[in-house]
């Protein structure tokens, strides 16, 4: 089946700007993921939807980032007031629920490069 | 902050040889899995071991997974151009969080 979609593939924006990235999940997932990477860096955990709710946005690094996920399929990330720090490869994922102290497979979308000139 | 880091940071090798890549994490993990991303783009999953679990086998890949050390390997076997990525070790602790080293650049010449 389909995997993991991500809109833009790339965005470009100018600083203060807002920005919304769309990521659709694999279908039948129910957890759903974003990651934030830096150039040359690792992936860096921003928050988790199990279903439509977020249990966990203790990633988001500023309260210019929010998350929202309805009818527990897509998902958007918003940045709002853009600043150049902000530019960096944002990666979803999905998996199917977490069992226990089972960690799901995560497989992962294509991410959006966002540049903020 | 990153659990993982991955040794070395880059890796240049002939095709056919084997790669080898190392992992090392701090805390206790539920199970370790290895990614490949090609391009700066997706992650692709590659493997994954549980903290039960010695060593895996999955193609050309082998993983081990030392939990005393905590630390785990890589092996690419018979190395090909198309192997040519970073490859990233992610750990979960007592969560679904994975946490990302900063991955490895392997280069295969052909």
């Known amino acids: 089946g389909a995997g993991v979609s991500q809109s833009p593939s790339n965005k470009v924006t100018e600083k203060g700007k807002d920005v919304e990235l769309r990521c659709d999940p694999i279908?039948?997932?129910?957890?759903l993921y974003w990651y934030r990477q830096s150039l040359g860096q690792g992936l860096e955990f921003l928050i988790y939807?199990?279903?439509?709710?977020?249990?966990?946005k203790s990633g988001l690094p500023s309260d210019r980032f929010s998350a929202e996920r309805t009818g527990g399929s897509v998902s958007t990330l918003t940045i709002q007031r853009t600043q150049q720090e902000d530019s960096a490869v944002y990666l979803c994922?999905?998996?199917?629920?977490?069992?226990?102290?089972?960690?799901?497979?995560?497989?992962f979308g294509p991410g959006t490069r966002l540049l903020v000139l | 902050s990153q659990q993982g880091e991955e040794d070395p940071q880059a890796l240049s090798i002939q095709e056919g040889e084997n790669a080898t890549m190392n992992c090392s994490y701090k805390t206790s993990i539920n199970n370790l899995q290895w990614y490949r991303q090609n391009s700066g783009r997706g992650l692709v999953h590659l493997i994954l071991?549980?903290?039960?679990?010695r060593e895996k086998h999955s193609g050309r890949l082998r993983v081990t997974l030392d939990t005393s050390k905590k630390s785990s390997s890589l092996l690419i076997t018979a190395s090909r151009a198309a192997d040519t990525a970073s490859y990233f070790c992610?750990?979960?602790?007592?969560?679904?969080?994975?946490?990302f080293g900063a991955g490895t650049t392997v280069t295969v010449r052909a």
């Open positions: 992610a750990t979960d602790g007592n969560d679904y969080k994975l946490s």
């Open positions: 071991i549980r903290s039960n679990e």
């Open positions: 994922a999905s998996s199917l629920p977490p069992s226990g102290s089972d960690q799901e497979t995560q497989y």
């Open positions: 279908s039948g997932h129910t957890a």
């Open positions: 939807f199990q279903g439509n709710s977020a249990p966990d």
